[in-house]
C-alpha cells in the first residue's frame, strides 16, 4: 500500500480551477461485447505500461481472466449442464478485474488532473464531469473529526433494500466485509491514516443480489 507523501497530500487538498475527471467504463451489457470492451483496456493498458506500472490486477491476470471468460461464452450455447454457472462466475471476475483497474486509472488521473482526460483515454476507458446536481453511485470521503474513518455513501437503487459494503488496502487484491446496513450509507473506521483505500458496494432488494459497483479511492486522513 503506497502511502502518501505529506507534501502531495497537502497539494490534493488544494482547490484547483481544474474540474474532477471522473473515470468510466461504459461497458456494455452483451457479454460478446463486453469482452471485446476488456480486451481493447486491456491492450491499451498494456501499451502505456509507463503510464499504469503497477496495475491490480496484473494485466496478465487481467488477460487470464479475460480469456477464461471467452472460452466459457460459447459453451452456453450448446446448453451444456453448468455452463452458464460457469460463465457468470468468470464474468463477474472480469466485472471486478474491470471496476479495480478503472479505480486505478482513476487515482493516476487525480494525481494528474491537468491531464485526466488523456489518461483515461490511454487505458481504453472513458471520461464524465459529475454533475454538481446529480449524486453519484458512490462517494466516499475522510471523516474530519475521527482519524482512520470513512463515511461512504451510495445511490439507493430501491425504497426497501439493504446494503452490502467492502473495503481494500491492497489495491483490489483483497476485500475486506463490513457490516451491512439497511440505509445505504456507513462509516467505516480503523483505518492507517495516510493511505488510500478502495471501497465498493452492492444493494440487496427483493429482486435479488446486485452486482459490486465499481470501487471509489479514498485518502484516508
Known amino acids: 500500500m503506497a502511502v502518501v507523501p505529506q507534501k502531495e497530500k497537502n497539494m490534493s487538498n488544494e482547490k484547483t480551477n481544474t474540474p474532477k475527471v471522473c ?3 461504459n461497458l456494455p451489457t452483451r457479454i460478446p461485447l463486453l469482452i471485446q470492451t476488456a480486451q481493447a483496456i486491456e491492450a491499451a493498458m498494456s501499451a502505456a505500461k509507463a503510464t499504469f506500472p503497477s496495475p491490480t490486477p496484473t494485466m496478465a491476470q487481467f488477460s487470464a481472466d479475460i480469456a477464461a471468460l471467452n472460452a466459457a461464452e460459447p459453451v452456453v450455447l450448446t446448453r451444456a449442464k453448468g455452463a452458464a454457472q460457469t460463465r457468470n462466475v468468470r464474468l463477474a471476475i472480469v466485472r471486478s478485474d474491470l471496476g479495480s483497474l478503472r479505480a486505478c486509472v482513476q487515482l493516476v ?9 488523456a489518461i483515461a483515454k490511454a487505458a481504453g476507458m472513458g471520461v464524465r464531469k459529475p454533475s454538481s446536481f446529480s449524486k453519484p453511485p458512490l ?64 444493494a440487496v432488494t427483493k429482486n435479488g443480489v446486485e452486482a459490486w459497483s465499481d470501487p471509489v479511492s479514498v485518502l484516508v486522513h
Not at 109 to 117: E, H, L, M, Q, V
Not at 174 to 183: F, G, K, S
Request: hydrophobic share 40%; charged share 15%.
Open 23 to 25: 473515470v468510466t467504463l
Open 139 to 202: 462517494a466516499a470521503t475522510p471523516v474530519a473529526s475521527t482519524s482512520g474513518a470513512v463515511r461512504v455513501m451510495a445511490k439507493a437503487v430501491s425504497s426497501r433494500q439493504s446494503n452490502d459494503w467492502q473495503c481494500s488496502t491492497d489495491g483490489g487484491k483483497t476485500w475486506i466485509d463490513e457490516p451491512a446496513t439497511m440505509q445505504a450509507k456507513t462509516t467505516i473506521t480503523g483505518l492507517t491514516p495516510a493511505t488510500v483505500v478502495l471501497v465498493r458496494h452492492r
Open 109 to 117: 488521473a487525480d494525481n494528474d488532473p491537468a491531464n485526466a482526460a
